[in-house]
Structures are given as structure tokens and as C-alpha cells.
């Protein structure tokens, strides 16, 4: 909690856009569950100035790395905030974007429904292509836990 209080003092008062991002960047990768609460309420805040907007949902999609469901639970809340810097590129960013970041904080099922609830019908192709690659990435880790459940259980003790 000490290091995250610090790095996030000095994201606060450095000047140079490339150094906050980084620190920032830093903090959404905190591992306790109350700091990394806490990390997502400071990339939706004013923290990030308006002219840096569009770090906003770089900032969700570096917390999904150790929180995936909270970074899911941000984003989907709020996600005409986080997608407003992108103006009409928004809806591609929702069937392109959305499912590569978010693939392992929601269901395919969730991600599939909130993608179709938010973009024109049109793009239906768009979010096929991108449900594909979603259940390819959630079959993959079911059999990569399915390796490690059984690695693990050829070397217990007997």
C-alpha cells in the first residue's frame, strides 16, 4: 500500500505525459484487491487530464492483467466514457478491441450480449470474427489448466 501511495503521489505531480502514463500504468498492475479497486477509480478520475483520454482504457486493459473481472466490471460500466476519445472509431473498438482485453474477466456468453447491445447490427460479422478468437483464447486456458491440474496431481505425494 506504501509503494502504490508513493508511485501514485508521483504520477500525480510529473509534468512529462510519457513518465504518468507510465506510472500510472504501474499502479494497475498492484496486486491487492482494495488497491487495484482503488487504481481503477483513479483511471476513470480527473487525474487524467481530458486531453488524455484515451489512456483511460489502456489504464483498464493494464488492470485486467491481474484483475480481469474488475477490469471487465469497470469497463462495462463505463464504457462511454472510456471510448468517448475514440469518437466514431468507437463500435471498432468495441468488436475489435474489447473481446482481446476482456476475454478473461467476462463469460464469451457476457462479452458476446454486451458487444451486440452496443454496436449497429451491421458489425454482426465483425463481432462473429471476434467471438472466435474469444472462445479459441477460454479453450485454450481450460486445457492449459486441465495440463497443470494434472501435472500438479502426477507429483503430489502419495
Do not use: K
Amino acid at each position: 500500500a506504501a509503494t502504490f501511495e508513493q508511485l501514485h503521489a508521483l504520477a500525480r505531480r510529473t509534468q512529462d505525459r510519457a513518465e504518468r502514463h507510465a506510472m500510472y500504468a504501474a499502479l494497475m498492475q498492484v496486486r491487492d484487491a482494495a488497491l487495484a479497486e482503488r487504481a481503477a477509480q483513479i483511471a476513470l478520475s480527473s487525474e487524467i487530464p481530458a486531453d488524455e483520454a484515451h489512456v483511460r482504457l489502456e489504464l483498464i486493459a493494464a488492470l485486467s492483467h491481474q484483475h480481469p473481472q474488475l477490469a471487465w466490471q469497470t469497463f462495462s460500466a463505463h464504457a462511454s466514457t472510456l471510448l468517448a476519445p475514440f469518437g466514431a472509431d468507437g463500435p471498432l473498438m468495441i468488436t475489435s478491441e474489447v473481446p482481446q482485453i476482456f476475454w478473461n474477466g467476462a463469460s464469451p456468453e457476457q462479452l458476446e450480449s454486451w458487444m451486440r447491445a452496443h454496436v449497429a447490427a451491421a458489425m454482426a460479422p465483425e463481432i462473429t470474427q471476434s467471438m472466435e478468437s474469444v472462445r479459441f483464447h477460454v479453450s485454450q486456458r481450460g486445457a492449459l489448466q486441465a495440463s497443470a491440474a494434472a501435472f500438479m496431481r502426477a507429483r503430489a505425494p502419495s
